[in-house]
């Protein structure tokens, strides 16, 4: 599999545009599973296959993320009929792309391990839909406009929601059907049900734009399940230091409000990047939060333009404090930022498995 996927790699766009395009084909019903526009979709479908070879000496790795993978297909309307079309369509399009090493060893492994895949993702899916939705219905209950490109959205979703503070879902609007993103909640779980989302419209997001220039109260979107693991670890008494950038600071602020319910006194230290102070659009809330909350300290940093605040880049700030050996950390915001947090806080001691924040692939799928 590794071979074959190594061989694939740089033709990937190819090969997976001849194997939507044979999937059509074949079984034109598919269609109406799948967004209009394919581009994020292609992206995905190799990076799930090679996340699969990554991990398939892993089986428990390989089930965890197979068995989500199965579960979040529920809300595209996935049924295990349509694994073999898929599986058939896959095993045509290596065939093809990865013609140098292919032969029926190679074909008889993909076989082997496409079943298998299939069989997990259908298991965990049947399992699920004796508990869950496959998606639910969520109307938008409020529409606050924070600057020109940020907007706190609000919605009511039409059964209970179970969650985690600093988890996320993915979202779909009316205006872009089939195309989900996903979004952090801002929030920790709320006794009246509601969910928000921080949405920044980003240059040719459409489903961030819709919901930023376009969405009103009343609107219904569709969410999928909760997922991620950037959860508060209740069992341990460490402080907790949070470095959201951007509307990163989003699921840094339920996971601060989960501290303030759990009622514990473990210090939490958030460090809040925008690019000029007029980005730091919700640093009324955290100033707020910090007043209410003696182990809360909050500090603004802003990156670019000139301010009174601190200045510089999330990650070179947070050096100039701490100690932090005595803290896990929380990492939320663009990708890049993610990568220089990771790499300043291992430069400075803090283990890798105290560093947690959602997988960086997902972050760029949206
Ligand atoms: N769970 C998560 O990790 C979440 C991630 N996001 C992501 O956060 C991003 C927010 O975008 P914007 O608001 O436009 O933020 P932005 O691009 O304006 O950046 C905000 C701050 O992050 C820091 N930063 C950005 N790039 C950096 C880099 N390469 N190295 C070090 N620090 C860096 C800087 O301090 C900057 O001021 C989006 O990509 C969104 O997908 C949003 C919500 C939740």
């Given amino acids: 599999m590794r071979r074959t996927l190594a061989e694939i790699a740089p033709v990937a766009d190819k090969a997976t545009s001849y194997f939507y395009a044979l999937l059509f084909i074949r079984h034109p019903d598919l269609r109406a599973l799948f967004p209009a526009a394919m581009d994020a979709q292609r992206d995905r479908l190799f990076k799930a296959l090679l996340t699969a070879a990554e991990h398939a000496d892993d089986a428990a790795a390989l089930t965890e993320y197979l068995s989500r993978l199965g579960r979040g297909h529920r809300k595209y309307g996935t049924l295990p009929t349509h694994y073999p079309a898929v599986g058939e369509c896959l095993i045509a399009a290596l065939t093809r792309y990865a013609a140098a090493c292919w032969d029926e060893a190679a074909e008889a492994a993909w076989v082997r391990v496409y079943t298998a895949i299939s069989q997990i993702m259908i298991d965990a899916a049947a399992e699920d839909e004796a508990k869950s939705p496959a998606w639910w219905q969520a109307e938008i209950v409020s529409h606050e406009r924070r600057t020109r490109d940020i907007a706190v959205v609000t919605v009511r979703p039409d059964q209970p929601y179970p969650f985690l503070a600093g988890q996320y879902t993915s979202l779909e609007t009316p205006w872009w059907p089939r195309t989900w993103r996903h979004y952090s909640f801002s929030a920790a779980p709320r006794p009246d049900g509601l969910l928000s989302f921080h949405v920044k419209a980003v240059p040719a997001g459409w489903v961030s734009n819709a919901l930023v220039h376009r969405a009103r109260p009343g609107d219904v979107l569709r969410l999928g399940p909760p997922t991620g693991s950037m959860i508060v670890d ?61 182990w809360l300290s909050v500090r603004p940093v802003v990156s670019d333009g000139p301010t009174r605040r601190l200045s510089g880049q999330l990650p070179q700030v947070v050096r100039q404090y701490g100690p932090w050996n005595a803290y896990d950390a929380y990492l939320s915001g663009p990708p890049g930022m993610i990568r220089s947090s990771i790499d300043a806080l291992t430069r400075i001691g803090i283990p890798p498995d105290r560093i947690r924040h959602d997988s960086i692939d997902e972050l760029m799928a949206s």
Avoid: M, W
């Fill in 234 to 294: 209740h069992s341990t008494d460490n402080g907790l230091l949070c470095l959201g950038g951007g509307t990163g600071i989003a699921p840094i602020k339920a996971l601060v409000e989960d501290v303030a319910e759990h009622g514990s006194r473990r210090p939490v230290e958030v460090f809040y990047g925008a690019r000029r102070d007029d980005d730091l659009y919700d640093i009324d809330t955290l100033l707020r939060l910090q007043r209410s909350h003696l």
